[in-house]
């Protein structure tokens, strides 16, 4: 595989992981709160523990989430340098809508005022 498929690889694991709300909020919770057990997390929602324990495993094969092992429990802690892969992606559309708006901007200021009577 080329260093491009590779990248091109981790990318779509990036983004399927972030496909799913559940995944998106216990990314939000590790940002927010720093490392976390699975029994903190857990508290969070309304799914038994092996359901969670399934999307923190997309989240770890994905590189966004590391564990580490604590006596009993497992600690999970934020990984958000795949993130910036993304935001280069994203990138070019930011820009895109940007001058989309600023063009609109200026279509606008162009534009006479409606005058009421």
């Not at 989240?59 to 990984?79: M, N, P, T």
């Not at 063009?103 to 606008?108: A, F, I, Q, R, V």
Request: aromatic letters at 6%; proline letters at 6%.
């Amino acid at each position: 595989m080329t260093a491009t498929g590779a990248a091109e690889e981790v990318e779509d694991r990036v983004f399927a992981a972030l496909a799913n709300a559940t995944r998106r909020e216990v990314l939000r919770l590790l940002r927010d709160g720093g490392p976390q057990p699975v029994q903190a997390l857990a508290d969070h929602f309304d799914m038994r523990r092996p359901s969670l324990s399934e999307h923190l495993k997309v989240l770890r094969e994905a590189g966004l989430v590391c564990e580490q092992r604590s006596g009993r429990q497992r600690i999970y802690r934020l990984e958000a340098a795949p993130l910036a892969g993304l935001q280069d992606w994203l990138h070019p559309y930011e820009r895109f809508w940007r001058d989309r708006l600023k063009d609109l901007g200026t279509l606008l200021d162009r534009m006479p005022d409606d005058e009421q009577p």
